[in-house]
């Protein structure tokens, strides 16, 4: 069974740093391109960024970049998000997906929150 | 980063059929088409569709998709109460090399 379990979540001041990880199993990890995708309290679904599945490539959101890093140890079969200079509207749910075509399996996801 | 655009709504009854429409540009829904995602309150989100008209395995025939220009539809045939929740479309803009989603449809079944 393909699973994907985010952790690293949590409360956080504004200008903080958070570092997401994401445990996969049940697939060949290094075969899979994986994103990391956000969803504010009540709100829709928004890309955070993409990583090829060797890593050969990155893809961040406008509001990523520069303060946001993704990367992968496929040794591991991890997934990471390193989160620096946080901001308030960062504050939401993040989950961890799999691209095998598209979005095709999501993990629960890691809520994260910037507040003082 | 500009969006997909979906309505923020649909009702139809039980046992209908529900069109729900997402619209890009020739960048990202015109490009490569159009993913669906149905999310149900407190879940993470499913995928439906991609590449416009492709289902993944264990999804059920009810829902097609289909795409004409820069603007993709999701149709749901046969309405039943388990489909009431919320729909995404998203795309992969090659201009901006970022992946994009629509604000999301709410689609009630009456």
């Known amino acids: 069974e393909v699973q994907l379990v985010e952790s690293g979540g949590g409360l956080v001041q504004p200008g903080g740093s958070l570092r997401l990880s994401c445990s996969a199993s049940?697939?060949?990890?290094?075969?899979?391109?994986m994103h990391w995708v956000r969803q504010a309290p009540g709100k829709g679904l928004e890309f955070v960024s993409s990583?090829?599945?060797?890593?050969?490539?990155?893809h961040y959101a406008d509001s990523a970049k520069g303060r946001f890093t993704i990367y992968r140890d496929n040794s591991k079969d991890s997934l990471y998000l390193q989160m620096t200079s946080l901001r308030p509207e960062d504050t939401a749910m993040y989950h961890c997906?799999?691209?095998?075509?598209?979005?095709?399996?999501w993990g629960q996801g890691t809520q994260v929150t910037v507040s003082s | 980063q500009a969006g997909l655009t979906q309505p923020p709504s649909v009702s139809k009854g039980l046992r209908q059929t529900a069109t729900l429409a997402c619209t890009g540009n020739s960048n990202n829904v015109g490009n490569q088409g159009a993913a669906w995602l149905q999310q149900h309150q407190g879940h993470p989100p499913k995928l439906l569709s991609f590449?416009?008209?492709h289902r993944p395995s264990g999804i059920s025939e009810r829902f097609s998709a289909s795409r004409s220009g820069n603007t993709a539809s999701l149709t749901i045939a046969g309405l039943q109460p388990e489909d009431e929740a919320d729909y995404y479309c998203?795309?992969?803009?090659?201009?901006?090399?970022?992946?994009?989603f629509g604000g999301g449809t709410k689609l009630t079944v009456l």
């Open positions: 990583i090829g599945g060797n890593g050969e490539y990155t």
């Open positions: 997906v799999r691209d095998s075509g598209s979005f095709d399996c």
């Open positions: 049940g697939f060949t990890f290094s075969r899979y391109a």
């Open positions: 590449r416009n008209d």
């Open positions: 998203s795309a992969w803009d090659s201009s901006l090399s970022v992946w994009v």
